[in-house]
């Protein structure tokens, strides 16, 4: 298994701000991923981050407002930029191990982001 | 686009009662995942199919998927207020990303 950390837990920003959110793992894995989930509703992915290469993005995610790092195989970071009240969302690293189909996915806490 | 349709979108039972959850797709998927997710937390693996057909058991819970690997369904037994939280499907289409279900809310009432 995986255990995964994230920085900060929650946040309350301004708009026009940007966040960056931290998430760490305790073991060395290819594949992160981070999640959005808006109030009462499901996950919706962002992008895939692959370590040594640049993030691949989800349709309707773009890359200047999502800006994503993956410095090393234990650590990447999510930063939400130019932040408006829709951005409001808790925001969620998880790690794949596995693979061929059988892959087991594991979430950090979340970072719960409001903007005012 | 690839969806995952979840019914039940929101739940509200007795103790003791039993439930079931469907997360119904067109597409294929490789494997198919269970998640419960309780508030403020990140969503915990409960079970992941693999085989059309599969059936496996966790405890009071019974998770099928699809003889095409297109739905899947979880059935409780018997459910306790710890079973409240929020149920999610996820679809692997072979590509390593993770599609989501819409999610069931399901509340138990002691």
């Known amino acids: 298994s995986a255990v995964i950390s994230q920085k900060p837990s929650r946040d309350i920003c301004q708009r026009g701000t940007s966040l960056t959110i931290q998430c760490q793992v305790d073991?060395?894995?290819?594949?992160m991923f981070w999640y959005r989930q808006q109030p009462g509703q499901s996950l919706t992915l962002i992008a895939t981050?692959?370590?040594?290469?640049?993030?691949?993005?989800e349709s309707g995610f773009v890359i200047d407002k999502f800006p994503i790092s993956r410095p090393n195989l234990t650590f990447s970071t999510l930063t939400v930029s130019n932040m408006s009240p829709e951005d409001s969302s808790i925001y969620l690293c998880?790690?794949?191990?596995?693979?061929?189909?059988?892959?087991?996915?594991?979430f950090g806490p979340g970072t719960r982001l409001t903007v005012l | 686009t690839q969806l995952l349709e979840q019914s039940p979108q929101f739940l509200s039972i007795q103790e003791g009662e039993n439930l079931t959850v469907y997360c119904n797709s067109s597409?294929?998927?490789?494997?198919l995942q269970w998640y419960r997710q309780e508030p403020g937390e990140g969503p915990v693996l409960l079970v992941t199919?693999?085989?059309?057909?599969e059936v496996k058991k966790l405890k009071r819970l019974t998770f099928q998927f699809g003889d095409a690997r297109k739905d899947s369904s979880l059935h409780i037994t018997a459910a306790q207020p710890g079973d409240t939280g929020l149920y999610l499907c996820?679809?692997?289409?072979?590509?390593?990303?993770?599609?989501f279900g819409t999610g069931t809310r399901l509340k138990v009432l002691a």
């Open positions: 199919v693999v085989t059309g057909g």
């Open positions: 996820a679809g692997e289409p072979g590509t390593y990303k993770y599609i």
């Open positions: 073991s060395q894995v290819t594949m």
């Open positions: 998880s790690v794949a191990s596995g693979g061929g189909g059988t892959d087991t996915q594991y």
């Open positions: 981050a692959n370590q040594g290469s640049e993030a691949t993005y």
């Open positions: 597409s294929v998927f490789s494997s």
